[in-house]
């Protein structure tokens, strides 16, 4: 599957129509975002059922200042629009090949008492 471009209009139409959506937040002029691309690209040919989208923080500014993105290439991963991995920094084939393994086989209900959880506590003290 190919990479979809990232942008204002489809941004959270993108994170909330699909399951899992791996986001690279690169810039043009980054040297590792370039280093880092084509491990992306493969990565999105290999698993058909992710979707591999890519941000361009110098066209997108507001999309990444929302997300406190201070350092590029940085990757993050949505499952079921939870955020489960943000990582700045080019990672290694064998290392995003890892972080798509976990991210598919994570437990989403573990995942969402977790928070339920702290606010219960909260809201209790």
Do not use: Y
Request: proline share 5%; hydrophobic share 45%; aromatic share 8%.
């Amino acid at each position: 599957m190919a990479t979809v471009e990232l942008n204002k209009q489809n941004f959270d139409s993108t994170i909330a129509d699909n399951a899992l959506v791996i986001v690279d937040f690169w810039a043009p002029w980054c040297g590792p975002c370039r280093g880092f691309a084509p491990i992306f690209e493969q990565a999105s040919e290999t698993h058909d059922d992710v979707v591999f989208a890519k941000l361009n923080t110098d066209a997108e500014q507001e999309i990444a200042a929302s997300f406190n993105i201070r350092s590029i290439p940085t990757l993050m991963v949505f499952r079921e629009k939870v955020i489960l991995f943000q990582q700045a920094g080019a990672l290694p084939a064998s290392a995003l090949e890892s972080v798509i393994t976990q991210a598919k086989t994570l437990d989403m209900a573990e995942v969402r008492k977790e928070p339920a959880a702290r606010d219960a506590g909260a809201a209790s003290s």
